[in-house]
């Protein structure tokens, strides 16, 4: 089993968001996972540009890290994503990486696979950031276990307390992943964003060729 820790902070080893991703992953560890990190500062991701490559050929047009990133995550089964709060939003670093996983949420293309979050701040923002990112995951077809953040300005015990929980959530994340445990919220919410999405797959049937068929081959379109 494998499990991806994914960092959006740009601190390095300063950031108190890489240490939440490091216990969940050493949490998963623990569980029997193997384990990988990567930083997102580090990696050459260039900018999505909207220019739909993705939904019609089934690749992008930039040649960078991206590919590499898209491997790995499809090799694993489950993964974490963390940022830190910046104007109550992800990281630029961050959203630059879940822009480009835009065809991954047209295409379901986590589905199967098991997903967690964390985030830190000083004051605010935190429940919006947890909750992007949950969303996304959900939208690629992940399932979700958790979220688990911190206002380190509010408190100081909190990073304290968020990287405990952190930890478990790596364990409850692993456990999940063995018992292929379903949420059946998350599964509704799934169907529900399906089927608005076979609307919009059919209405770009000439123009997104590879969406289209990958649709038709997965059962998901009748006609």
């Known amino acids: 089993m494998k499990v991806i820790g994914i960092n959006g902070s740009p601190k390095g080893a300063r950031s108190q968001t890489l240490r939440l991703v490091n216990s969940v992953l050493e949490g998963a560890r623990r569980a029997g996972a193997d384990i990988e990190f990567l930083d997102l500062c580090k990696l050459n991701i260039s900018y999505c540009i909207g220019c739909d490559t993705c939904h019609d050929r089934g690749r992008c047009i930039h040649e960078d890290d991206m590919g590499r990133i898209i491997s790995k995550m499809m090799e694993s089964e489950g993964f974490v994503l963390g940022s830190p709060v910046y104007m109550d939003a992800v990281t630029g670093q961050m959203k630059t990486f879940l822009d480009r996983l835009n065809d991954a949420v047209y295409c379901q293309s986590f589905l199967g696979k098991y997903g967690c979050a964390v985030a830190t701040t000083e004051y605010s923002g935190l429940n919006e950031v947890l909750g992007y990112l949950g969303s996304i995951m959900h939208r690629m077809g992940a399932s979700t276990v958790g979220a688990v953040g911190a206002a380190v300005g509010l408190d100081s015990a909190a990073i304290y307390q968020a990287d405990r929980r952190a930890f478990e959530m790596g364990r409850e994340l692993v456990n999940a992943i063995r018992a292929k445990r379903g949420y059946p919220d998350q599964e ?32 998901w379109l009748e006609d």
């Open 188 to 219: 509704r919410t799934r169907a529900a964003f399906m089927g608005r999405m076979k609307h919009v797959i059919r209405a770009h049937r000439e123009d997104w060729f590879h969406d289209y068929q990958y649709w038709k081959s997965m059962g």
